[in-house]
């Protein structure tokens, strides 16, 4: 195991600090529900997935503490709008409240599991020797361990094909720079960092094979929810004749959504886009807007690679419902 | 008149050295052809319309030193490969290299005509009361005065109309945050300021009335050649219906080039990526790719904006032919 985003130990949820990725490796040591939802709204655990277990991990340690079900939940789900995860964890953890230790670690254990299947399923829409590229990190430290879209990657690679990746390093938060680049490096995969502005130009030189990326939350008829940038990513993609590739767990698919138009877009502060290492990118006075994800319509996506299987947008429903 | 990123007096080129804005405005005084070669290189000077003034003016200073037209033509044209501008400029002032001085001035006064003309002319396509995307700075700062994609939007807004402007910050030299955000806040014009992977999220919302951005080259079937990542926003414009717009000037027209497939691309070095203020955004080995512009092809341009007219990419070559 290369990279672990977190882990349960002696009645603390141990956090990898995400924020201080890739210069310095640091352990946060989490012993209340509060602790965990201030880790989860300020980004020191990210990636839909890796929330959901976070969470689940948080609602347990609420109950220990005494909270009642319905304060663990609230607390919680007041932290970041628009993963699904975070909110399929909850209600597992709502229905298993009465045994939240075991539920968590059953919930993590689920995660897990599903991301290996989505390597495994995966990995054979992978090309035998060319170019991956992927937006943002949907790898171990967004999923907890292997990822869901580095896990096609890196089962690809462990089975013997020669990949490629271009990282986009992911404006504003940088997750591709910060994480995808420092977890590919871990493990050996060859990998080149480019700007998010650069994705379609090699597109467009037929340098990508295949596009692949996670997902915060899918809708039924297969739109979804992704860092910002996904969208563009799948037009142009689709422009050229590339496959675009989501991968995530069952866990993210919204059942009670129809469509990605009522998903809960974040705003996050302006901040994270105007400043960068404590110093201006712009004017002192220059007005931002942040929008932490956008949504790109299921007909862009050739297909979701989750645990159930690898199926179209129009399939996804039915995978959810056990279909 | 607001910004001007470059003059000429006593026999000196005077640049504000767009490196250091937004936090300080500081000039450079240039003696001689192979410092203006450097800041040109260095992009103290950039914007392709811009590099062809101080390229005039560098030619001139050369001719005073004592070099020979070839040795000024030579050293000026090995700095950047992509703007066409460059070598309209050195083609210009090598035919009148026996009256340099007036020549560069010249030259210098038919851009800054064109870009007045070009606002002008462009005024009437921008929105009454809406919002124009723009990617990079296409501004006075790259273009001496007016700037090119700027130029309508300031004549626009002179004119009465009510624009709001959303400045793609443009990794990885963040010409938009650093430069467009910093021109648009001196004349006063209602912006935000947005990562580059928000720009296809505000398209696809209906938000955004228009895309308009500048020209590094342009080929005589209408293909073009502008800051990497102008490709992207070119196809999700396309693909939303929105209006997209190339202004500038037909110096920027590349009459030896049929299509956009020869267009020589700068590849930059990796650390313009990797490093920000000083410190790395990724791990200290990950290898980066930096292409500097992109090629955009015709089909996605609605119209282009010359100081000729505004025509569609079909009628460009009969611009520049005088046709």
Redesign the interface.
Known sequence: MGVRALWYENGQLVLLDQRRL??TETYMRLDTCREVAQAIKDMAVRGAPAIGVAAAYGFALGMAEGLTPEECRDVLASTRPTARDLFSALEFMYRNSSRADEAARQYHEMVVGACRRIGELGAEYMPDDGCVLTHCNAGALATVEYGTALAPIRHAVASGKRLRV?VD????W?QG??LT??EL?REGIE????????????M?LGEVDAVIVGADRIALNGDFAN???T??KA??AH?NGIPFYVAAPTTTVDAGLETGDSIPIEERP?SE??V????????E???????SF??TPAKYVTAFITEKGVVTPREIEGVVHGR
């Open positions: 890739p210069h271009l390093e992911t404006r504003p940088l720079a910060r680049a420092w490096a990998h080149h960092l480019i700007v998010d502005n650069a994705a379609g130009h090699y467009r860092k910002i940038g969208y563009e037009v142009v422009e302006g886009v105007a960068l290492w404590g110093r201006r990118i712009c004017p006075d220059t007005p931002v807007r942040n929008p956008d949504v």
